[in-house]
T-cell receptor
């Protein structure tokens, strides 16, 4: 297992287009998180999955954003009708466990540029 | 609302000098606290967590509940410590709040 992977690593798109990112977590991890990071800021929580169930969504996540984790394995994050303000690094992380916060393992991120 | 404050965006120290990266959190309960590090061209990774009370790469962090602080310290900085450091407060299963980060530069 090489850790959490994300695809693509970079995405340039025009405003108004839809984009989809993929995250493959560490195989035995049941928790999966998506974050967004803009320049000069720390990662900001977007959404969280426990197995295949999406248990929490941040208010940052507008209706244009949707995430899935079918069968509790990989996850996708889709942004519809992209806007320039969506330009950011999108990070995925996974962890094991139930109940208490555990160490999160991060992917390399997908850098989105909306022109 | 839960918040993590790292007051310094950039901290420059000379090799061999002591390092202290400041972190203050605001939460009325008892969050789990972490320090994550990102070296150049690498992904975010855990440096240490409060509950394990370990010293990793010579770094330690002491929780001061009275001051709601979790400062990261190292007695003698090394050039390979140059990186971006994030303090993180976590509650429940998903609520991880990151600070804005401090870039540490260790000068030769």
């Amino acid at each position: 297992d090489t850790g959490v992977s994300q695809d693509p690593r970079h995405k340039i798109t025009k405003r108004g287009q839809n984009v989809t990112f993929r995250c493959d977590p560490i195989s035995e991890h049941n928790r999966l998180y998506w974050y967004r990071q803009t320049l000069g800021q720390g990662p900001e929580f977007l959404t969280y999955f426990q197995n295949e169930a999406q248990l929490e969504k941040s208010r940052l996540l507008s209706d244009r954003f949707s995430a899935e984790r079918p069968k509790g394995s990989f996850s996708t994050l889709e942004i519809q009708r992209t806007e320039q303000g969506d330009s950011a690094m999108y990070l995925c992380a996974s962890s094991r466990g139930t109940g208490v916060p555990y160490e999160q393992y991060f992917g390399p991120g997908t850098r989105l540029t909306v022109t | 609302a839960q918040r993590v404050t790292q007051p310094e965006k950039l901290l420059s120290v000379f090799k061999g000098a002591p390092v202290e990266l400041k972190c203050n959190y605001s939460y009325s309960g008892s969050p789990e606290l972490f320090w994550y590090v990102q070296y150049s061209r690498q992904r975010l990774q855990l440096l240490l967590r409060h509950i394990s009370r370990e010293s990793i790469k010579g770094f330690t962090a002491d929780l001061n509940k009275g001051e709601t602080s979790f400062h990261l310290k190292k007695p003698f900085a090394q050039e390979e410590d140059s990186a971006m450091y994030y303090c993180v407060s976590a509650t429940g299963t998903y609520k991880y709040i990151f600070g804005t980060g401090t870039r540490l530069k260790v000068l030769a």
